[in-house]
């Protein structure tokens, strides 16, 4: 990382008669919320998908290298822009200043209606339904209300009740809520260490599992076709590595943000990558990759190989940890954008609203939790987010060539960090997000599409607001 002698952020307002938000993120907390922003369920999930097209050793754990080396040409370019805008609202903002404010808002839309709100929705109803298999009496077998396509167990008024703590806490302080991320955080921490050490320790596997057993490091395959394999492959990789860009949504409550958001992002990709790859060793430990290609729920196949079908039962509480701890980043981090969009005056006043005791975006986490439970309850979520991976991939590409944009439009901007490998490490990044981009569309078209209706519904909102705006501005 570069350094710069510039001045830091200004820390107190110009105007100190409204309430403002509280830089009390360090760099250790910025790191904790990247990665158990990343971390949530899909390493628990997503071997089959990557074992099936990769069945040899070397190339199965080479895509999950080849993700992170990926992630970290995304970070670059975020870093930059990171730290030319250190403000809450992060990526929003940095497609606002590059496009205009319409792309900036359909991202924001995008977030609010389906990415972050189904995130959370997701995420809150999988913690729940992880403590339903060690505890039966929350479990999703247990049908509260059934309406047509609309069925409502256990555990999803149990998801309820924890996108309902999640809010409330991170409504009433930013060290409270950073508290309960930290300690959930590092409590999964230790359970994926505990099962990586055991498994390896006292676990029933075998060595031998790591040997090709005559598969060949090409697979037999010729050079576009094995780009192919490694392309489906990278697939549920880059959605395992998704999340790395929450951090730049809070950094308006980063200290030196300068300087501690651009660091958090690669220290923290980092950081996940060791993870994985551990993860993943553990997983090629306890079963063939033949047999990794044949299990949806990875982790309790591994487990039960390991030591016991009864340890694949506890493991449920570890994954449930880890979905609780992605929730909570979801929770905090998101708010942050729509509170920027409504300052903007394109989303709903009251949230733009700062909180004059507690000092934060209070009616954005009020609003987003609502929404969020509004998902919960209906089960829009779970075919919803489907279709916008392909839109947060696209707007990934768009920020990416934004930095591009904004250097050349403010060459003489502030830049504490500049883009390491710049221009060639974000033009690979853009070059092999663009090829994932084409191959989905081809390959799941209704799936782009449906990304592409999504966003496009925000556009006659849009418009309502900027109307509402204008005649706002003109009356005063």
């Known amino acids: 990382m570069k350094s710069s002698s510039a001045s830091p952020v200004n820390e107190t307002p110009a105007d100190t008669s409204k309430p403002t938000l509280v830089r009390g993120l360090g760099l250790l907390d ?3 919320l990247l990665v158990s922003g990343i971390i949530g369920s899909s390493i628990f999930l997503t071997a089959k998908d990557i074992a099936g097209p990769l069945p040899q050793p070397v190339l199965f754990l080479l895509v999950w290298v080849l993700g992170a080396l990926i992630s970290l040409c995304a970070c670059f370019a975020f870093a930059e822009l990171g730290s030319m805008f ?9 497609l606002r200043e590059a496009y205009g404010d319409l792309i900036a808002f359909l991202y924001g839309w995008m977030l609010f209606s389906v990415a972050n709100g189904g995130s959370i929705a997701a995420l809150s109803v999988a913690a729940a339904a ?24 256990r555990a999803h008024l ?7 703590v999640l809010t409330y806490v991170n409504v009433v302080g930013l060290r409270w809520g950073t508290l309960l991320q930290n300690v959930s955080t590092w409590t999964k921490f230790t359970a994926m260490a505990a099962f990586v050490v055991l498994g390896f320790a006292i676990g029933k596997g075998h060595w031998s599992n790591f040997h090709a057993h005559g598969v060949g490091l090409t697979m037999g395959l010729g050079p576009a076709q094995l780009i192919s394999a490694l392309g489906v492959g990278l697939i549920a990789v880059f959605w395992a590595y998704d999340g790395w860009v929450y951090i730049t949504w809070v950094a308006g409550e980063v200290k030196e943000p300068r300087r501690n958001v651009p660091l958090a992002m690669v220290l923290g990709v980092l950081v996940v990558g060791v993870i ?3 993860m993943n060793l553990t997983y090629m430990y306890a079963l063939p990759l033949k047999e990794i290609a044949a299990h949806e729920t990875i982790a309790h196949a591994a487990a039960a190989a390991l030591f016991s079908p009864s340890a694949a039962v506890w493991l449920s509480l570890m994954i449930a940890i880890s979905c609780f701890s992605a929730a909570a980043t979801c929770t905090l981090s998101g708010a942050r954008v729509y509170l920027a969009m409504a300052q903007d005056g394109v989303f709903f006043e009251r949230m733009a609203v ?6 934060t975006p209070a009616f954005s986490l009020i609003g987003q939790g609502v929404w969020a439970a509004v998902l919960t309850l209906t089960g829009g979520y779970d075919w919803l987010y489907t279709y916008v991976i392909f839109g947060m991939m696209l707007s990934y590409i768009l920020t990416a060539v934004g930095l591009f944009v904004l250097r050349r439009k403010r060459p003489d901007a502030q830049r504490p960090y500049r883009c390491a490998g710049y221009p060639w490490l974000p033009g690979i990044y853009i070059l092999i997000a663009a090829g994932w981009i084409l191959n989905t569309a081809i390959r799941r078209p209704t799936e782009a599409l449906g990304s592409g209706l999504i966003v496009l519904v925000g556009v006659p909102f849009y418009l309502f607001w900027k109307r509402g705006n204008r005649k706002t501005a003109g009356s005063e």
Not at 86 to 94: C, F, M, T, V
Not at 130 to 153: E, F, K, M, N, R
Request: glycine share 10%; proline share 6%.
């Open 158 to 164: 149990l998801g309820l009740l924890l996108i309902a």
């Open 30 to 32: 910025s790191v904790l």
């Open 276 to 278: 994985y790859i551990a």
């Open 86 to 94: 250190p403000d809450s609202g992060g990526q929003y903002i940095y």
């Open 354 to 359: 700062i909180h004059p005791k507690w000092r």
């Open 130 to 153: 992880y403590v339903g298999q060690v505890v039966p009496v929350v479990s999703q077998d247990h049908v509260v209300v059934a309406l047509g396509w609309i069925v409502v167990t």
